[in-house]
């Protein structure tokens, strides 16, 4: 079964989502700038606000999290090959070999590696994730199971812990519901 997904449009797309509980809610617009998509979330409940730079594959290139200043309160970048710093300068070693970013504010980077990975009804990948926690600034490497369960259907395992989260995706592969998390409004 074939699981392509449809192209966001070219003037961009704006999507929202609500907190199970109905406490937060987060709007996300994506547009297509220099050569690649730039996500930019805004997360009610949690008072943040993140950029996402990915290449036309859907590759992280960049990751910005501001919280109360205008300035990024933490600005990772990586070079394509899995290798991650700081806009600084400073290497982030032990971030090396993460392809993709995983901020729990928001389901919106479940669609990273959906869109980048383009898996079959059935199939898995597994894929090293940089995990952010927006209240420490704490980033630490996790591995992560991407599999597609059932046509828009997904499951994230977090192989350490073997917690797991299923979730429905629509047809550009964000996340629609994901039980007793986020749903789209």
């Known amino acids: 079964m074939s699981t392509a997904l449809t192209a966001f449009p070219a003037d961009g797309y704006t999507a929202r989502w609500q907190t199970w509980e109905g406490d937060g809610d987060e709007t996300l617009t994506l547009r297509w700038e220099n050569e690649g998509w730039t996500a930019v979330g805004e997360v009610g409940r949690e008072r943040i606000s993140y950029v996402i730079r990915l290449s036309p594959l859907w590759d992280v290139r960049q990751f910005l ?4 200043q205008d300035d990024p309160d933490l600005w990772l970048g990586t070079d394509g090959a899995g290798r991650w710093g700081e806009i600084n300068g400073a290497h982030r070693t ?11 504010v928001t389901p919106f980077t479940a669609t990273i590696p959906i869109r980048r990975l383009q898996l079959e009804v059935g199939h898995a990948a597994e894929v090293k994730a940089a995990t952010i926690d927006v209240d420490t600034l704490g980033v630490v490497p996790v591995d992560l199971r991407y599999e597609h369960v059932a046509p828009q259907q997904f499951r994230r395992v977090h192989l350490k812990t ?13 996340v629609h519901v994901e039980p007793d998390h986020f749903r789209r409004l």
């Open 65 to 68: 999290l501001f919280r109360d």
């Open 162 to 174: 073997c917690i797991d989260a299923e979730f429905a995706v629509d047809q550009y592969g964000l």
């Open 94 to 104: 032990e971030l090396d070999g993460c392809t993709d970013v995983d901020l729990h």
